[in-house]
C-alpha cells in the first residue's frame, strides 16, 4: 500500500487526531522466489538505482536486499558532504548530475532530505594546492560548473572563525563551490526507500548474500540468509565489500577497502554557515543543524574491515583542525566512527558491466560516495536497464584500468574527499 | 593501534613508525606480458577479509621492508617475516590456522617457504 503524501496539510490533520494516522514509510516483505532485478546493497547508491529503475525506466519487479539495516553502512557514516568541483569532464559530469538531483529531491521524493545549499570551500594550504585549485576552477568553468577562486580575506569573511595566518597550515586561498553544501544522510536513503516501497519494490533488511549462482557465464539467482532469490540482473552496491560479492560471482575487483573516520563534536551555537575542507591535513569541517561539528578525517594506509579506523588519525586530524579553527580547541568530542570505503586506482568509481552475464558493479566510490548518490543511481539505473552505459556511466567501466584509460581525481582531491 | 614486530631489528613498532606497502607476493610481470597480466599486477587485489599478507617497511627504525600477516577483519596479527621469503613461515600458518579453522593457504606447500 502506497504511503500517505507528507505535506502541510496531514500534519495539520493528524495535529488533530494525535498523530493516530501515520503508516510505516516502506514495508518490510519477505523476498519471493525470483525479481527482474535484484540489488544488493540499501544504501543510498543501491536504493537510488532501485528508484531511477522504476521513475526511468519502468522496471519496478526489483528487490533490494541488504545484510544490516537500510543506511547503516556508509550511508549513515560519512560528513554528509555534497560538491561537485571535480577536475576531469567525467566526474564532473556524475556529481553535478548528482548535485542537480539533490536540489531537487526533498520535492521529488515527498521526503524532506534537508538538503543544504550553503556552499563549501576547499582550502588551499601549500603552494601545490593553490596551483590545483586555480586549475580545477578553470576546469570546472569549462565544464559548465560554477565555482570560483577565492582570496584569503574573502574567506575569512565566508568563515569568521578561520585563523588564516598559520603558521604551519596559512590558508593561501579557496576553491569555493556557492552550491555545494550537506544534507541529512539518514533521509536520503529512507526517502529514497519509501518512495521505492510505494512504486512496490521490495526493500528486504537483514538479508545477507553467502552466494552468487551462475550458469554458462550468466547470473541465475543470489543465495541469502533468507533464502534462494532468483533474477534476470543482478547489480552489486555494496562499498566496502564489493571484493567479498565480486569473489562470489568469480571475478576480481580493482578495489582496496580501508577504514575512513569521522567524529561529532557536543552541540554549540551556530559559528560556521559554510562547508570547509582541507584537503592537505586530511580534515573538513560543518556544522550541523543540531549544532555539533561534524568532523571528517583521513583513510587508514591499510586494508582493514572494522568500521574502526586508527587513533593517530583522529590525533592528526584534530591538531590541523585546531590550528585552522582556534575556537574548537575545547569542544569535546560526542562519538568518533568508522565506515569501510572502496578505493580504486584512480579514486573515481566504477559503474560496469563485469565477466558475469547480467552481473552490474556499482563501487569504488572511496571516501566521497554520498555526494553521488542520486547521479550515481541515475547512471546505474540506466546501465541495468538497457545493459550498457549511458552517457554518465560510459567512462567508468571497469575496462579503463586494464587500457589505461584513467579518470585520475586523486590529485584534484587530495586525499579525502 | 597496530603493532607490528621488525624481523630485522626486533623491535616491537607501532603503525606510526611504519610505512605501509600494500598486498604482499605479488608477482612482478616481465616486457611480454599482456595487458590483462599488467592491470592483474598493477591494480587487481586480492583484498581479502580475514588472513592477508602485506608488505611493510619500517620506516622510521631500521627502513627494511618486511612482510606481515594480520587479519583485515579482527586486527590479529599472526606474525611478521622477512621479505625475502616465497610465503609465509609455518609458524605463521599455524597461528592464523589457530584463529581461522576454514583458511587454507592459497599456495601449493607452506612448508617449502624459502627463508632468504
Known amino acids: ?65 541488504e545484510k544490516g539495516w537500510l543506511g547503516g553502512g556508509n550511508t549513515g557514516r560519512n560528513t554528509t558532504i555534497i560538491r561537485s568541483n571535480y577536475l576531469q569532464d567525467p566526474s564532473a559530469a556524475i556529481y553535478d548530475k548528482a548535485l542537480k538531483l539533490y536540489e531537487t529531491l526533498s520535492q521529488d521524493l515527498n521526503y524532506n532530505v534537508m538538503f543544504s545549499p550553503r556552499g563549501l570551500i576547499m582550502l588551499a594550504q601549500t603552494e601545490h594546492e593553490v596551483r590545483g585549485y586555480r586549475r580545477t576552477v578553470h576546469a570546472n568553468n569549462l565544464q559548465g560548473v560554477a565555482t570560483e577562486w577565492v582570496e584569503p580575506a574573502r574567506v575569512k569573511e565566508l568563515v569568521p572563525i578561520i585563523n588564516i595566518d598559520g603558521p604551519r597550515y596559512p590558508v593561501l586561498g579557496g576553491l569555493y563551490q556557492a552550491r555545494g553544501g550537506t544534507a541529512r544522510h539518514d533521509a536520503v536513503a529512507w526517502g529514497y526507500a519509501r518512495a521505492c516501497s510505494d512504486m512496490g ?51 576480481r575487483l580493482p578495489i582496496e577497502s580501508v577504514p575512513l573516520q569521522a567524529m561529532v563534536s557536543e552541540p554549540i551555537k551556530p559559528c560556521m554557515d559554510v562547508v570547509v575542507m582541507a584537503n592537505t591535513v586530511h580534515g573538513y569541517m560543518s556544522q550541523s543543524d543540531k549544532g555539533e561539528m561534524v568532523i571528517g578525517g583521513g583513510t587508514d594506509s591499510y586494508n582493514a574491515f572494522t568500521q574502526r579506523g586508527s587513533w593517530h588519525h583522529i590525533e592528526e586530524t584534530v591538531r590541523a583542525l585546531i590550528e585552522t579553527f582556534p575556537m574548537i580547541s575545547r569542544l569535546k568530542m560526542l562519538r568518533q566512527w568508522g565506515g569501510i570505503v572502496d578505493m580504486t586506482g584512480d579514486r573515481s568509481p566504477i559503474l560496469s558491466t563485469t565477466p558475469v552475464g547480467g552481473i552490474f558493479v556499482n563501487c569504488g566510490w572511496g571516501t566521497g560516495g554520498f555526494k553521488a548518490i542520486p547521479g550515481s543511481g541515475w547512471a546505474m539505473a540506466e546501465l541495468v536497464a538497457q545493459g550498457r552505459p549511458g552517457p554518465l556511466a560510459a567512462a567508468f567501466g571497469m575496462n579503463r584500468f586494464r587500457e589505461g584509460r584513467f579518470i585520475d581525481e586523486s590529485v584534484a582531491a587530495g586525499v579525502a574527499h | 593501534m597496530l603493532i607490528l614486530t621488525c624481523p630485522y631489528c626486533g623491535v616491537k613498532a607501532e603503525e606510526t613508525e611504519l610505512s605501509p606497502g600494500g598486498e604482499a607476493h605479488l608477482k612482478r610481470i616481465g616486457p611480454d606480458g599482456t595487458a590483462e597480466e599488467f592491470e592483474a599486477y598493477l591494480f587487481a587485489r586480492k583484498n581479502i577479509k580475514g588472513v592477508h599478507f602485506e608488505r611493510w617497511r619500517h620506516a622510521y627504525g631500521c627502513g627494511k621492508w618486511f612482510l606481515a600477516a594480520r587479519d583485515t577483519h579482527t586486527m590479529q596479527v599472526y606474525g611478521t617475516y622477512r621479505a625475502q621469503t616465497a610465503h609465509a613461515t609455518d609458524e605463521i600458518v599455524a597461528n592464523a590456522r589457530q584463529a581461522r579453522a576454514e583458511w587454507v593457504p592459497d599456495w601449493p606447500q607452506a612448508s617449502e617457504a624459502v627463508v632468504g
Not at chain 1, 487526531?17 to 540499501?42: C, L, T
Not at chain 1, 545477507?208 to 547470473?219: H, K, M, P, R
Request: glycine share 12%; with cysteine; aromatic share 6%.
Open chain 1, 1 to 65: 500500500m502506497p504511503s500517505r503524501r507528507y505535506s502541510v496539510f496531514a500534519i495539520a490533520r493528524e495535529a488533530l487526531r494525535q498523530h493516530s494516522g501515520w503508516s510505516r514509510a516502506w514495508a518490510s516483505p519477505e523476498p519471493r522466489d525470483r525479481y527482474k532485478v535484484v540489488i544488493v546493497g540499501a544504501g543510498g547508491h543501491g536504493l537510488a538505482t532501485a528508484y531511477y529503475l522504476g521513475k526511468n525506466h519502468g522496471i519496478t519487479d526489483v528487490a533490494v536486499i
Open chain 1, 201 to 251: 519494490m521490495h526493500v528486504i533488511q537483514n538479508c545477507e548474500v553467502t552466494g552468487i549462482e551462475t550458469a554458462n557465464g550468466q547470473v541465475q539467482a543470489v543465495n541469502t540468509t533468507k533464502g534462494r532469490i532468483g533474477c534476470d540482473k543482478l547489480a552489486l552496491v555494496v562499498a566496502g565489500h564489493s571484493s567479498q560479492l565480486a569473489e562470489m560471482a568469480g571475478f
